[in-house]
């Protein structure tokens, strides 16, 4: 493997590992904080809206809303290099830049804090105390350190991603060597997207307002990165 090869590869993790850290840093950090500075648990809000209390709870889709946290730093990047190339990958990065940003901000300005109480006390039970999870949701639920972060919720946005470009994958496919394995891909993609927004509603992780404004937020960074072309300058 030549320098230039090699030289590639290390810009490429050096972005990936600066990208974890911001997103660290908003996710937790600065939720953590800033909730307690405004409250502290007593004083969390998530479901904001009545339909919010009666999704029912599905144990099976916990598949899909904790592991991403420790894997997205592969795989959403990969996603991204499959459905467009490198210039896919220079869109990963610079919409996460600006989501990570803008989330730490938004947490330390304005933060929407969360206690997920309605686990185990809610308008309906939505979790069975023979479920498997009942004792740690129940831990998490009465510690003073569960403050969090609702809006913008980052498995959503991991999710938008998932769907936006699953979405140029579609788009782009007539111009891609295997176009029929790119459209597949696409189409896989906006559905496993859509899962995990699902997956976040069903736990009661998060509200549908997190999940439809943080879509939102998605399409304006994309928007805003393709007005100004920094993807295009980036590659």
């Known amino acids: 493997m030549n320098k230039g090869k090699i030289r590639k590869i290390l810009i490429i993790v ?13 996710y937790f950090l600065v939720a953590i904080q800033s909730g307690l500075a405004h409250g502290g648990p007593s004083a969390a809000v998530n479901l904001q809206l009545p339909i919010d209390r009666i999704i029912p709870w599905w144990t099976p889709i916990f598949a899909l809303y904790i592991p ?3 894997i997205w730093i592969i795989w959403f990047p990969i996603i991204a290099l499959l459905m467009n190339g490198k210039k896919g990958f ?3 990065s610079i919409i996460s830049l600006i989501m990570y940003i803008a989330g730490i901000l938004i947490y330390w300005l304005m933060p929407t804090v969360t206690i997920p109480h309605d686990f185990v006390d809610g308008t309906i039970q939505t979790l069975p105390s023979n479920s498997m999870f009942f004792q740690t949701i129940s831990d998490l639920d009465s510690s003073p350190l569960n403050v969090f972060g609702s809006f913008p919720s980052y498995h959503n946005f991991w999710a938008g991603l998932c769907v936006l470009f699953g979405i140029i ?9 295997h176009k029929l394995a790119v459209q597949i891909g696409g189409i896989l993609f906006i559905i496993y997207g859509l899962a995990i927004s699902v997956s976040t509603l069903v736990l009661h992780q998060h509200a549908i307002l997190d999940f439809v404004f943080t879509y939102i937020m998605v399409a304006i960074f994309y928007f805003v990165m ?10």
Do not use: C, H, M
């Open 68 to 70: 991403l946290p420790y």
């Open 14 to 26: 050096g972005i990936i590992v600066v990208l974890w850290a911001l997103e660290s840093a908003g």
């Open 226 to 235: 393709s007005k100004f072309k920094w993807d295009e300058k980036l590659t």
């Open 169 to 177: 994958g579609l788009v782009n496919a007539k111009n891609r060597t």
């Open 90 to 92: 220079a869109q990963y």
